[in-house]
């Protein structure tokens, strides 16, 4: 019995898997997200460098789930198949925290949770309706703090070797649950960098009537940093938040 074997069985704890993850996949799986050209400020945000010893950080998780042929691409860079996508959810605008924004499904550690990737499998089948079943996690990323929410977050990186259908669960948590092509997220013209109003700057995509910005887009631009896949883009291209949102009907 291998490990994907072993990730399967009712009540069993979640492990990462190790055996045939795709060779496409290697990249992200075996080096840490990074930031080569320096517009990144996500990576960098850990708890000990951000919050003060009077605020407790909420642990949470989050899923990355790739999805595509387990077949690599000879053709392309990094082997990357065509039909390599990434799932996203859009939350609901009606949310106290990060309305509207486009995010990995995911949410703060609960009392049952046998550790991150339990966290974050059960998150997405919660917001989605992901069977875990089909779900083969293969890294655990280091810890991101995000300081609206005060969740320390640790992205979960799987592969989806069987896709199962996914969609809206509860309209009060998100509007949109999407696959979104890899190949749209690396053409260098969806990409760019946003300036918040309170000076903060990071990468961005535009991508399906979407902007994504933030966490979401910080993890995103450092798995594709290592990934093999990437191809040149103008991160000097930098454009005001407002007005990005505003070009996709959203609002900070």
């Known amino acids: 019995m291998d490990n994907r074997d072993r990730q399967e069985e009712p009540g069993a704890r979640p492990e990462l898997v190790t055996d045939g993850v795709p060779a496409w996949l290697r990249g992200v799986v075996e080096r840490k997200p990074a930031d080569p050209t320096g517009v990144n400020q996500v990576l960098n945000r850990t708890a000990q460098r951000v919050v003060s010893a009077a605020v407790r950080p909420r642990p949470a998780a989050v899923l990355v789930l790739f999805g595509g042929s387990s077949e690599p691409d000879t053709e392309a860079p990094g082997g990357l198949p065509a039909d390599a996508d990434i799932l996203l959810t859009q939350r609901a605008t009606t949310m106290r925290q990060h309305r509207g924004q486009v995010a990995f499904p995911g949410g703060g550690v609960e009392p049952g949770d046998d550790g991150p990737i339990s966290t974050a499998l059960r998150e997405a089948r919660e917001e989605t309706g992901l069977d875990p079943a089909g ?26 070797r069987t896709p199962r259908e996914v969609g809206v669960v509860s ?26 109003p309170m000076g903060y700057t990071g990468p961005a995509f535009a991508v399906d009537g979407m902007l994504v910005w933030g966490f979401t887009a910080g993890v995103l631009a450092g798995l594709l940093a290592v990934s093999g896949w990437e191809r040149d883009w103008d991160y000097h291209d930098v454009r005001d938040l407002q007005t990005s949102l505003a070009a996709v009907g959203m609002t900070l």
């Not at 779900?135 to 989806?160: C, H, Q």
């Not at 979104?180 to 997220?185: E, F, I, K, S, Y």
């Open 135 to 160: 779900v083969e996690p293969i890294a655990v990323l280091p810890k991101i703090f995000v300081p609206v929410s005060r969740f320390d977050v640790t992205p979960v990186v799987a592969y989806w």
């Open 171 to 196: 309209e009060a948590e998100a509007t949109r649950v999407t696959r979104v092509p890899l190949a749209d997220l690396l053409d260098p013209a969806n990409r760019f960098v946003v300036r918040h």
